[in-house]
Structures are given as C-alpha cells and as structure tokens.
C-alpha cells in the first residue's frame, strides 16, 4: 500500500494569503495524483488530477505540482469559499487507491 | 449531464450486511469505472472497491473478504454489499465516478452501526 502523507495538518491563513500543501508518497505514483476539497456535510470536490490538471470550472487560483512522490498544492489567493479540508489521492496502477490524511484551512 | 443518486438503509445492527444502491442518470455505465468511497465521522477518505460495466471489480484489501460490489445495467446502477458490519463501518459512504480521479461524487449516506 502506498502511504500518503499530507503536512500540514492544519493552515490557518487569513483571505487573500497564499496556502500551500503538501503531499509526499511512500513510493513514486509518477503523476498519478488528485487533490480533493471538502466542506463540512459534503461530498468531495476534484479539483485537481495527473497532479496538475486543474478540473473543469475549477478557478485558475488553484494550481498543482509535482511528480513522483512529491506535490505541492498551491491556492494563490485565499477567497472565503476556500476555506475546508483538502485530500490528495493516489491511483498508481500498480497499488490500490489511497487517501492522505487531509489538511485543514482554516480562517486565522 | 451525469447525475448519481444513492439509495440504501443508514442504519445497521452489528453482524447485519450494509446494501446501498448508486444510481447513474444522464450518462452510461461504459466510459469509467465506479466506485465506492467512505468517511468515518471526523475521519478521512477510505476507498472500498471498484466495478467497471462488465462486472469486473478490484476491492481494497482490508475490506476484500466482506466486500461485494455488482452492477445491474439494465438498471443503470451498482451496488455495494458488506457483510458482518461493526462499529468500525461506521461512515457515511458516497458512490462515485472514477477515471483514475474521482471527477463525480454521490451525495453520500450515513450508514450508522449500533446494537
């Protein structure tokens, strides 16, 4: 099983500030990696896939980066609508599919 | 545009089997993968399993023995079957379309375990 390990656990940022996240993996996934937003009594959002391939209608303020085992997700300017939990997601071919443990963003 | 609808009964004795139901409307059951996915109250994501349209399955390895995922494509739909739930199966499951990535998500059901 591939390990995804996901710091911080918890950002506190005020709107306007630059969030970064990170992933790192067990082994390499090359670049087959998701990031996820949730919000609290809702399903998750994709937001990104193939770990830099924003998903469609997601705003260009989110961007992802990395290969291998790590990544890097960035939200340039925090809007208040961005404040959840946010996943990363493996789907190597090889292993089965996991979760990392989630980081929360959370308003300072 | 696709839409999935989950049905199923949230609330289970231990040893009872979990039987939930995804939906799929607006779409066909061809082009991806679909899967089952699940969230423990205050926890993460765990996946439980995939099936593609020819029944073919793939199952997350701590759940393999009591996992069954089918599909009914005259129904539209696939189904997700555990057996001998206890207070650990507690979560809310979604269903969900997988190309890799989870691009579509149910809305999820609570699924509750309590004697």
């Known amino acids: 099983e591939i390990v995804l390990t996901q710091s911080p656990g918890t950002l506190s940022l005020s709107p306007g500030e630059r969030a970064t996240l990170s992933c790192r993996a067990s082994q390499s996934v090359s670049r087959s990696l998701a990031w996820y937003q949730q919000k609290p009594g809702q399903a998750p959002r994709l937001l990104i896939n193939?770990?830099?391939n924003r998903a469609t209608g997601i705003p260009d303020r989110f961007s992802g980066s990395g290969s291998g085992t790590d990544f890097i997700l960035i939200i340039t300017r925090l809007e208040p609508e961005d404040f959840a939990v946010y996943y990363c997601?493996?789907?190597?071919?090889?292993?089965?599919?996991?979760f990392g443990q989630g980081t929360k963003v959370e308003i300072k | 545009q696709v839409q999935l609808q989950q049905l199923g009964a949230g609330l289970l004795k231990p040893s009872e089997t979990l039987s939930l139901t995804c939906v799929v409307s607006?779409?066909?059951?061809?082009?991806?993968?679909w899967s089952w996915v699940r969230q423990p109250p205050g926890k993460g994501l765990e996946w439980i399993g995939d099936?593609?349209?020819?029944?073919?399955?793939d199952y997350s390895p701590p759940l393999e023995s009591r996992v069954t995922i089918s599909v009914d494509m005259s129904k539209s739909q696939f189904s997700l079957n555990l057996t001998a739930v206890t207070a650990a199966d507690t979560a809310v499951y979604y269903c969900a379309r997988n190309g890799g990535s989870f691009d579509l998500w149910g809305r999820g059901t609570l699924v509750t375990v309590s004697s």
């Open positions: 193939d770990a830099s």
């Open positions: 607006g779409g066909s059951l061809t082009t991806h993968l």
């Open positions: 997601q493996q789907y190597d071919a090889s292993f089965p599919c996991t």
């Open positions: 099936i593609n349209h020819v029944g073919g399955t």
